[in-house]
Structures are given as C-alpha cells and as structure tokens.
C-alpha cells in the first residue's frame, strides 16, 4: 500500500484560531503510513496510532476523538469515533482502548474500535482524518451507531476546539 501523511485542518473552523495540537509518533507529514496502522483487509495490522494532544480550552469538559474518510463522498466513512474522553486527556497510546468512561461509536465497517485506513482499489487517494475535540459537555448524545456525517455535523456546531492529523492512502 502506498500512502502519505500530512498535517492540516479537519474542517472548517468558524471560531477563533485553533490552539489545540494533535501530534503522532506514527504519523508523519509527507511520511508512508505503516502497516500497523492499515485495516487488516488492506493488508495491515489495524492497530491506532498513537496520539497527543494539547492546549484544549479550560472549558472542555470532554473530548471527542475521530478519523473520517472525508474522500468518501457526499458524507465521509467514519473509521474511529471515541466520544466522552475526559476533558484531562493528553492522548492515547498505541493500539490503546479508550479509558473508563469514554465509549466507541459503531464505525462505518461495523467495529466499535480502531477500524484502519483501506481504501477501495482503483479510488484514488483517500484523505482519512483524525481529529480531537473539545467539546463543552461530559457526556455527549450520540448514538453507538451513528454516522460520520452525523458526528462530523455536530461536532462542527459543538466543538469549542480541534486538533487534526491528515493520512492519506490508495491502493
């Protein structure tokens, strides 16, 4: 699998300059993806990069976690959503679960985990980001099998922060 990495911006943020940060060991700008990180279908090992995180607004009080395929068009293919981290979070260590309290979202392959990078043949490159947010509530109301576009649409309303990493990958 060829694939390239590269920081940049989610979405499109309304508010103020972001003063979040998101880094990776794992992820490296202009840098190959690993295998580790690529869904076992693609060839990889499916297991989350690890992150940290920065700088989230004193007004947090939880943390949203996501990686959304936002090639796949109209709504994006969600391949990890992890919602209710605590506001105190720095990150999460590689091939991690989600600490007590926090909960996984059903991703658009069915898991309620980490669901790598793997792109249809023939598709191009898909762009697949990872974002943390900074959300103004400790529990969130969203269901365990929402879509991408549902959590994408609200935490962009939501959010009084974010922090991305941008991957992309073809086959």
Same mark, same amino acid.
């Given at each position: 699998?060829?694939?390239?990495?590269?920081?940049?911006?989610?979405?499109?943020?309304?508010?103020?300059?972001?003063?979040?940060?998101?880094?990776?060991?794992?992820?490296?700008?202009?840098?190959?993806?690993?295998?580790?990180?690529?869904?076992?279908?693609?060839?990889?090992?499916?297991?989350?990069?690890?992150?940290?995180?920065?700088?989230?607004?004193?007004?947090?009080? =939880?943390?949203?976690?996501?990686?959304?395929?936002?090639?796949?068009?109209?709504?994006?293919? =969600?391949?990890?959503?992890?919602?209710?981290?605590?506001?105190?979070?720095?990150?999460?260590?590689?091939?991690?679960?989600?600490?007590?309290?926090?909960?996984?979202?059903?991703?658009?392959?069915?898991?309620?985990?980490?669901?790598?990078?793997?792109?249809?043949?023939?598709?191009?490159?898909?762009?697949?980001?990872?974002?943390?947010?900074?959300?103004?509530?400790?529990?969130?109301?969203?269901?365990?099998?929402?879509?991408?576009?549902?959590?994408?649409?609200?935490?962009?309303?939501?959010?009084?922060?974010?922090? =991305?990493?941008?991957?992309?990958?073809?086959?």
């Amino acid at each position: 699998m060829r694939a390239a990495a590269a920081i940049v911006t989610a979405f499109a943020f309304t508010g103020p300059a972001a003063a979040m940060q998101l880094t990776s060991p794992d992820l490296k700008a202009d840098a190959p993806m690993p295998l580790l990180h690529v869904y076992t279908r693609c060839g990889g090992q499916n297991t989350s990069p690890a992150l940290a995180w920065s700088g989230q607004p004193k007004a947090a009080k =939880s943390l949203v976690l996501t990686m959304i395929d936002e090639s796949v068009k109209p709504a994006g293919w =969600s391949h990890w959503v992890v919602v209710d981290l605590p506001a105190s979070a720095s990150g999460l260590g590689r091939g991690a679960a989600p600490p007590a309290g926090a909960r996984a979202i059903v991703s658009n392959f069915g898991d309620a985990a980490y669901a790598g990078p793997c792109p249809p043949h023939g598709t191009g490159v898909h762009r697949y980001v990872v974002t943390v947010w900074a959300m103004p509530t400790a529990k969130l109301e969203i269901g365990a099998d929402a879509k991408a576009a549902e959590v994408s649409a609200m935490l962009q309303k939501a959010a009084l922060d974010h922090a =991305s990493i941008a991957v992309t990958a073809e086959r």
